[in-house]
């Protein structure tokens, strides 16, 4: 995929977000979509929240790296967070497989300890056919969003 074919489908989505928000969930998506090449992206704007998931396998059960973008953060998740090896506890979450970090700025994406956590997350997802595209899965018609951008 390229910035501009990522940018068509996720920003009109994010539209509901801060400017600052908006900048930063799509240049924090570009460069995971970067680092986790050939994966795709799958897009799906739901209730709560726009989530960016990259899968292996074209599945949405087998993204185990995502960027949920909320009311008013971002973060990083794993769909395999709760088997990460974590000693400085950095991940946030108690459910039995979600953990994520809020991300304050896109400079943590570039901490040894969270690239150790993405390396390894990948490592855990299943591979099959991908070509690198980005998909938007599906749309809610009722959202919980900000009141402005």
């Not at 973008?69 to 967070?81: A, N, P, T």
Request: with cysteine.
């Amino acid at each position: 995929m390229t910035r501009a074919e990522l940018k068509e489908v996720v920003e009109p989505l994010l539209q509901p977000h801060s400017k600052e928000l908006r900048e930063m969930a799509l240049e924090g998506a570009w460069m995971l979509s970067q680092r986790l090449h050939p994966a795709d992206l799958l897009v799906y704007d739901n209730y709560n929240a726009v989530a960016l998931g990259w899968t292996f396998t074209g599945k949405t059960g087998d993204c185990k790296v995502m960027l949920p973008v909320g009311s008013y953060k971002l973060r990083l998740g794993f769909g395999c967070g709760d088997r990460l090896h974590d000693p400085e506890k950095r991940l946030l979450g108690e459910g039995t497989v979600f953990r994520s970090i809020i991300l304050t700025s896109l400079d943590m994406l570039d901490d040894p300890y969270i690239c150790r956590l993405i390396e390894d997350a990948t490592a855990m997802a299943k591979k099959g056919q991908c070509s690198g595209q980005v998909i938007l899965k599906s749309v809610s018609a009722k959202k919980r969003r900000p009141s402005g951008g």
